[in-house]
Structure formats: structure tokens, C-alpha cells
């Protein structure tokens, strides 16, 4: 990750993990000396939420920053997932993403966005 600075965690796939993960998100931010939106809260939670839902013991939660963007990731490692809500994408770019998208491999699926910092 060259020219960018990058994080990540691991959390159980328990129910407090999107409010975990919200916490470790903003705080790395806060460490960077950025300024996150305000729907930085609610688009952390729902991504991390969205694979909490597949079933798998835990997730990964992936950070990067780079020129006013942050990019998050998150992953379920759980595989063959259950199929994804249609709404779910909608709900990312109504809570701010700027661009959203899903995959789901062998090893899980990773739901992501992009996300503009705050001015």
C-alpha cells in the first residue's frame, strides 16, 4: 500500500462487532489526523453487520486512506455465504459510499466502500 496509509482488524462475528469495529475505524482516523463524515458510523456498522450475517466465527475489517478517500472493507471468511440482500448496496450509497460493491469467493465475502472524508 504505497502512498497511503492502511489498517487492519480482526473481531469475532458477535454482535457487537460493527459497534467494535466502528470504534477501531474512527479512532485510526482520528490517529491519522483526518476528520471521518458523519455517516461514518452507520456505513461501518452496516458493512460489518452485512458479514457478521453469514455465519462465520469471525471478520475482517480492512482501512485504507488515500487523496480524501477511505476505502473500507469487510470480509466474512465464511464460505459459501448465504445470497446477499438486493437493498444492501442501496443502503451503502445512502448512508454515503460514493461506490460500493460485493464478492464472494471461496473463502467468504467481502462487502466495501469508498467513502469521501470530511472537508
Request: glycine share 10%; with cysteine.
Amino acid at each position: 500500500m504505497r502512498n497511503r496509509q492502511g489498517a487492519a482488524w480482526s473481531l469475532e462475528a458477535q454482535p457487537w462487532a460493527p459497534g467494535k469495529a466502528f470504534t477501531a475505524v474512527a479512532g485510526r482516523l482520528r490517529k491519522w489526523g483526518l476528520t471521518a463524515p458523519d455517516s461514518l458510523e452507520g456505513l461501518v456498522r452496516q458493512l460489518v453487520a452485512t458479514v457478521v450475517a453469514d455465519g462465520g466465527r469471525h471478520v475482517s475489517i480492512h482501512l485504507a486512506e488515500q487523496d480524501g478517500q477511505v476505502l473500507l472493507l469487510a470480509f466474512s471468511h465464511q464460505p459459501q455465504p448465504p445470497e446477499l440482500e438486493d437493498s444492501i448496496l442501496s443502503r451503502l450509497r445512502e448512508l454515503g459510499a460514493v461506490s460500493c460493491g460485493t464478492e464472494t469467493a471461496v473463502e467468504g465475502r467481502q462487502v466495501w466502500a469508498l467513502l469521501d472524508l470530511a472537508a
